[in-house]
Every structure is written in C-alpha cells, then in structure tokens.
C-alpha cells in the first residue's frame, strides 16, 4: 500500500479532483450557508443607503475570474435595484465593460424592466489608466468620462448632470480580480477622502489575503473568493425572501458544494501526502 | 505499450463514447443556442424596425415559442452562437488535457489564447486610449466625425507632449538611437514614482500604523468584551513579532530570536490562509468550466431553468397532448 501511494501516478489525483468537483456540480448538490462578520458588514453598507442614493460599481474582472466574481457581481446588482440606488457602472479592466454589460442583460433587464437607463443607472464602460483614472475621477469626472459606454454624452444623461466628482457617491462597490481594482480604490479614493467616500469590495481568493490589513477602517466589508459570494447571497435571499429572488441569484451557493469536497480531498490528500514523506524519512533514518 | 497508457486511453475512448451516446439520444439536441431578435427604430413604415439586434433566450424560451407558432422567427436558433459553444467547449477539453500531458490540442489552445490577447489589447489599446485620449484631444473636429460621435472636447495643445514622448518610446525599436526611447521612460518612471510614493505612505505606511494602535483591553457598555480584546492583543503581537522577524541588524537570539520565532509562525499562517484561498480560486474556475460543460453544452444539468420546458414538453408527449 505504501509503496502503491509512494509510485502513485499524479494524473489519478487530477481525475480524483475532477470528480470532486463534478459530481457535486452533476448531483447539484447544495449546502447551508452561515454569513460571516464580513459579509454581513457588506451586506449592511448597503442596506444603509436609502433610495435615490449614488452607487459607484466599479466592474474590474474579466472572464478569467467570471466564476468567482461573476456571482458577487450579480448579487451585488440585484441588492442595489432592489433597494432603489442609482447604479453608475465603470470598469478599469478592458473586459470589464462586457461584465458590465453581461449583468446589466441577465439582472436588471431581466427582472427590473421598470428601471430606466440614464435615470437609474448607467454603463460608463471602461477607461484606460488604471489608478490615474482614480485620480482624475476624483475632482472631475468629465474629464475622463465625456460619454457613456454606448457613446451618448455625459449632458444628455440625467443621472450624470448634477454629478462632478465621485466624491459624491454614497458608496463604491468594488468587485476585483487584480491591478487595477479593490487596492488602488482603497488607496487612491477612500484613503485621501474617508469622509466623503466608503467602499466595499468582493475580489478573488488570491487577492482576498492581500486585502485583510485594510479591514475595518479603510475596508469596511470584504467578500473574499465564492465562500464570501455564497454568504453574501444568502444574506440577500433572506432579506428578500426565497420565492422573491429568482435561481440565478444561487450561482455561488452553488458552486461552494464542489468546494467542500475538493478541499476534503485536498486535506485528506496533504495529509497523506505527510504519512507518506514521514514514512519514507524513518525507512531511510533505518 | 505501458500499462498506464492503456488505462488512459481507456478512459478517453469512454469519455469520447458518452459524448457520441449523449449526442445521438439526447431528444433535443445539445450545446445549442439561441437568439431573440429586437426590432429597433420601428416606425410606420417599418414595423419590424430599421434594424435587428440580438439577444440570448434560453431553448427553453424557443421551444415554447414554437409550441405556440411554428412559424415563429422572433426567437430562431443561433449557427453563430451554436460554433461558439462547441469551440468553447473543445478549448476547454484541450487545456484540460495537459493533466494527461502535453499533447497537440493544448498546444492549438494555448496559440489560440495568446494570438486572441495580442490582437484583442492591441484593438483595445487604438480604440480606448489612442482614439478618445490622444486623436480625441488633438484632432476632436476629425475623431467626431469619424468615430466618436458623442465626443465633445476642444483642440488641446498640450496633448502634442504625450504624442511626442509616444514617438520617442517607439524610438527604441530604431537600431540607431535607441538610446532616446530613455527620456519618456524616465518621464513614466517619475510620474509613477511620485504617484505612488504619495499614496503608499498614506494609505499603507501611516494608515497601517494607525490602525495597529488599538485598545488592548475593549471596554463595551461598561464590561470587557474578551474576544475583541483578544483579536486587538492578537493583531498588536503579530505585527510587532513579524517586524522583529524581518530585523536584521541584531542576531535573532535570546528574546529577539523568540519573538522572531513567534513572528515565523504567524508569517506561516498567513502563508497558509493565502494558500487556502488560492485553492479556492482555482476550485472555483475548474467548477465554472465544468458547469459550461455539464450545462450549456451537454445539457446535463439546468440550474437556471433555462430548458424546463424540454422536461414539460417531454411529458406532455407522453401524455399525446401536445407534439
């Protein structure tokens, strides 16, 4: 048995983890979710807004990252429509305008046809220089933003006119895969400015540890990787009932089921992994 | 022929044989997609609008539409769309298969990706910055008319500069005077430094010490809460012994070398939470692919009811009420 695990060829782990995680996903399997302090911070930045107040959703992903972001992206856009915030999109990221576009089609066409563009929210798209965006943004907005996504100018949008800065927004939603994003937010926007502007962030679990010293002060609520997406999603299912939020707003809580048992098969596969250096170590210590 | 290559191909053949099995029994199909057609611009003259634009439905939206009206084409199946899935779908298998090893479908996938990135940063690069930020400013009148309509901006001199400093970058792939691609790279280099000295020593440098300064006993309506205080004792121990870790003008001996130690110890669980972390990532895109699979394409799973009505339209033939 030893010597089978010792000479064992590591495409078996692979095709173990590919089941670890298919079969949940194929058996749809689903598990309860317990909000963390975290989340439960996030989820109550905005339950403190009240309708009409400014949102800034700063969409700095692309596909690569969909799968952990694209469900905090929803959940996030679905909470806001819910509570009546006017939504301004932007992204840093190239991609990033897609993502924008992909939520705006699945969350609120989709189930908030009564919200009018230009008056509830707007698609600002992507604009390159990363934190110099920031920086810009932050005193003048027209001078970086002269027209929407689709090309229609900033004066001839409602919701932008009496806007000059985003130092008016009520809160920034950051959803970030890397560089540009939750980071450069906190450091150039809400750092400098910490009576005007608060933010919360969901980002990627490889950003997520890097994110942690900003907590609570600079970065009042954080979701890190799908297990914060997942919690956050309850939180919002709960708040809004469970007939009321239709399937798609379960993605996250979805994928955390192939997440359990691919991190047991990777504790029992460290584990013996362990044994079996310990065991060769005393074999060759005789 | 080695044992494990015969196991493998084993399961290859399998894989491929499911794959055929699925294909051909499935009732309706799989891995297809389809559009919903949005007329725009409709007016008298043209009730079916000036133009069309697409959007995704789900089959599920088709099937019924064709229950209603077989001659329906508000809702029609996407050729496009449809390649798109299954190219989709191969990619996926093909960078998959490197576990197995490398082989010519990773390869084809891998200069696939990295042809699509160039061309993709380099459309965006013209079209995002070089158009609305340097054409945009320097010729407004021109850019207007040619590609940004909605662009209201003024001739601005001052954006010869970074015309002039992009020409002295390029500069640098000139075999002669290679050497002058130095200057706006030196003008990059400064305003960055500048940028982000300012505000690393604000939002991480002082911001961080500050929030190291807390109370070691929390007091709350008058009773000491213990797990804040523990946390805040926690916080203020970590950061002091990991500085003490990364001194190293005196040997880490004695109580130096004991804190030092503490220190290592809360670097290797830091390490560990960001390893954990990062195991959750990359679980969480193999699972996303996988639901491409098993969804979109294979049509193992439906999640989002996006095919409910296949299992409602399949009863109902059952039953000879409808099909």
Request: charged share 15%; with cysteine; net charge neutral.
């Amino acid at each position: 048995m030893y010597r089978f695990l010792r000479d064992l060829d590591r495409r078996w782990i692979f095709l173990l983890m590919l089941l670890a995680v298919a079969v949940p996903i194929l058996l749809q399997s689903r598990f309860p979710e317990t909000p963390s302090a975290l989340s439960r911070a996030v989820f109550d930045q905005i339950e403190r807004l009240q309708p009409g107040d400014r949102v800034l959703l700063a969409f700095d992903f692309d596909p690569a990252s969909a799968g952990e972001l694209g469900p905090m992206a929803t959940s996030f856009t679905y909470h806001c429509a819910k509570k009546g915030l006017r939504l301004y999109f932007v992204a840093l990221w190239p991609v990033g305008s897609q993502m924008i576009e992909r939520t705006i089609q699945d969350v609120i066409l989709q189930d908030f046809p009564e919200l009018a563009y230009g008056q509830d929210y707007v698609n600002l798209g992507y604009k390159s220089g990363g934190e110099g965006v920031i920086k810009v943004i932050l005193t003048d907005i027209r001078q970086l933003f002269t027209t929407d996504a689709q090309g229609t100018p900033v004066d001839q949008i409602p919701m932008l006119q009496d806007l000059a800065t985003i130092r008016q927004m009520d809160l920034i939603v950051s959803i970030s895969a890397g560089t540009p994003g939750t980071k450069e937010w906190v450091q150039y926007a809400v750092t400098p400015y910490p009576e005007d502007l608060r933010i919360v962030a969901g980002c990627t679990g490889v950003q997520a540890p890097l994110m942690y010293p900003y907590i609570p002060d600079q970065l009042p609520g954080l979701l890190g990787a799908i297990k914060g997406a997942a919690e956050y999603e309850e939180l919002v299912t709960r708040a809004y009932g469970r007939g009321a939020v239709p399937g798609t707003y379960s993605e996250a809580r979805r994928r955390m089921g192939p997440q359990l048992v691919a991190h047991v098969l990777m504790i029992l596969l460290i584990v013996g992994g362990n044994a079996i250096y310990f065991a060769e170590r005393r074999q060759g210590a005789r | 022929m080695p044992r494990s290559t015969v196991v493998w191909t084993a399961l290859m053949v399998c894989g491929a044989a499911f794959l055929i099995g699925r294909a051909a029994t499935s009732p309706r199909g799989m891995g297809y997609a389809y559009v919903r057609l949005i007329p725009q611009a409709v007016d008298a003259e043209h009730p079916q609008g000036r133009w069309q634009t697409v959007e995704q439905a789900t089959p599920a939206e088709y099937w019924r539409a064709q229950a209603a009206d077989p001659g329906q084409t508000a809702i029609r199946w996407s050729g496009a769309n449809t390649v798109g899935i299954w190219i989709a779908a191969f990619l996926t298998l093909a960078v998959l298969s490197f576990l197995a090893g490398d082989n010519p479908a990773y390869k084809l996938a891998e200069s696939v990706l990295v042809g699509v990135s160039a061309a993709y940063w380099m459309v965006v690069a013209f079209w995002e910055v070089l158009v609305p930020n340097l054409l945009g400013r320097l010729l407004p009148g021109l850019v207007k008319a040619w590609a940004l309509p909605g662009l209201e901006s003024t001739t601005e001199v001052l954006y010869l500069v970074p015309l002039v400093l992009g020409v002295l970058l390029l500069w640098r792939l000139s075999p002669r005077g290679a050497w002058i691609a130095r200057w706006p790279m030196a003008f990059i280099i400064g305003v960055f430094c500048g940028l982000r000295l300012v505000t690393f020593i604000h939002a991480d440098f002082l911001s961080q010490i500050r929030n190291t300064i807390v109370p070691l006993v929390v007091v709350e309506q008058g009773r000491v809460s213990l797990w804040d205080s523990l946390r805040n004792v926690t916080v203020v121990i970590g950061v002091l012994s990991c500085l003490v870790y990364f001194f190293f003008s005196i040997e880490h001996q004695g109580l130096v070398g004991k804190a030092a130690r503490l220190g290592t110890w809360f670097l290797m669980i830091t390490f560990g939470a960001a390893f954990g972390y990062t195991v959750m990532g990359r679980i969480a895109l193999l699972a996303i692919r996988l639901e491409f699979l098993f969804d979109d394409w294979l049509w193992l799973i439906d999640p989002n009811n996006r095919r409910l009505w296949e299992g409602a339209a399949a009863l109902l033939q059952g039953w000879g009420v409808w099909g």
